[in-house]
């Protein structure tokens, strides 16, 4: 899939949501929960539904690979940061609501930490441009605090 292509494919899904079943607003208790929607033949990306429960956050990371995704269900807050020595940099906060596109990180430069600051579930929808079997471990590159505000 061309880069270019993304953000409208995105938008498309999220104003149409006839693929969203009741199992995608299911989450984990312990941790934000991905759930696989489809898996490019070709293993050049792959679609998931993120579910957020309240409270639930994401580490401070970067990706490994390019990313975009956008909102189905809920508020979702994203914080943004910047890198210096290697270490993240607070620069601001987005908060994104049910069809929104968040920032796209197609070149691998984005920092960011995202999460349910609401008392609803959030459902997110996410492609990255990794292989299945490297879903687990192969997008994020975390950040260990502290950061520098
Ligand atoms: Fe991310």
């Not at 490994?64 to 601001?92: D, M, N, R």
């Not at 049910?98 to 459902?123: C, F, M, Q, W, Y």
């Not at 192969?138 to 950040?143: A, H, K, S, T, V």
Request: net charge neutral; proline share 7%.
């Amino acid at each position: 899939m061309p880069y270019e292509d993304i953000g409208p494919v995105l938008g498309l899904a999220l104003s149409n949501k006839g693929w969203l079943r009741p199992e995608h607003r299911v989450g984990d208790p312990n941790r934000y929960m991905r759930h696989v929607l489809y898996v490019d033949p070709g293993n050049q990306f792959v679609i998931t539904a993120i579910t957020w429960l309240p409270g639930q956050v994401s580490p401070v990371h970067g990706h490994h690979v390019w990313c975009a995704f956008g909102i189905v269900e809920g508020e979702l807050t994203e914080e943004q940061f910047s890198e210096s020595h290697g270490k993240p940099i607070y620069s601001k906060t987005a908060v994104y609501r049910p069809g929104d596109l968040a920032e796209r990180d197609l070149d691998r430069k984005a920092i960011h930490r995202v999460s349910n600051r609401s008392r609803g579930t959030i459902v997110s929808l996410h492609l990255y441009g990794v292989s299945a079997d490297r879903l687990t471990t192969g997008i994020n590159r975390i950040y260990s605090w502290p950061l520098i505000a």
